[in-house]
């Protein structure tokens, strides 16, 4: 078992659209008992100053945000069971069921890049589909190329925001280096450079295109 995006859907006296109905005893008393279940547990409370946001339970590198109709973040998977039994202790919500989506891995950035180099033939491959068109004078933006990096894309414990996404620079640099290879061709489009898959007769005739540097660049931000 590994680390997993959870979602604890929560029943409590909080409304979507409403909020608390201005019922400040039962906003308050949510929130201390809240507080108090983590603690006991051996939790730590990152406590929020403004009313608007609330508090997030954190445990290693485990975290909840304390959402009065959801308690949503990565946690083990094999602590679902005592978190459940955790929520089912408690008297101003109850937990009416549990939702697991997206796995997360611990993996540096170093072993990330790995990752990808494994998969170099098979990212190659998508690519070239991806941007393969019907006819020499279309081109795909680079809204393919982002698509291509999400999929390869692994979420992280150390980037849980996905604000550091190495897949977005590795799909991107192997785009520049098979437009090097003439296996990929630019062009300037309505709509800025544009990128189609070379034919095999393209392929083997080609002279190295000009690259623009500023759209690759683009593709990895």
Partial sequence: MGY????????????????WSNDDKAAEAFKEETRRLFQEAGWTLQISKNKSVCDTAVKGQQDLYLHPMNFSGVILEEDIPTIEALLAKAATFQCRGTD????????????????LETQKAEITAVILEQFKTKRRNLYKSGEAAMNIAQRFTVRRLCDKEGNRNKANLYVSQLIESLIAEGRLITARTKNGTGIRTATKAEWQEHTPPLVDKDYLSRLAG
């Fill in 4 to 19: 997993r995006q959870v979602y604890f859907r929560i029943n409590s006296k909080y409304a979507y659209g409403s909020g």
């Fill in 100 to 115: 697991c989506y997206e796995t997360y891995l611990e993996l540096s950035d170093e072993d990330y890049w790995a990752l």
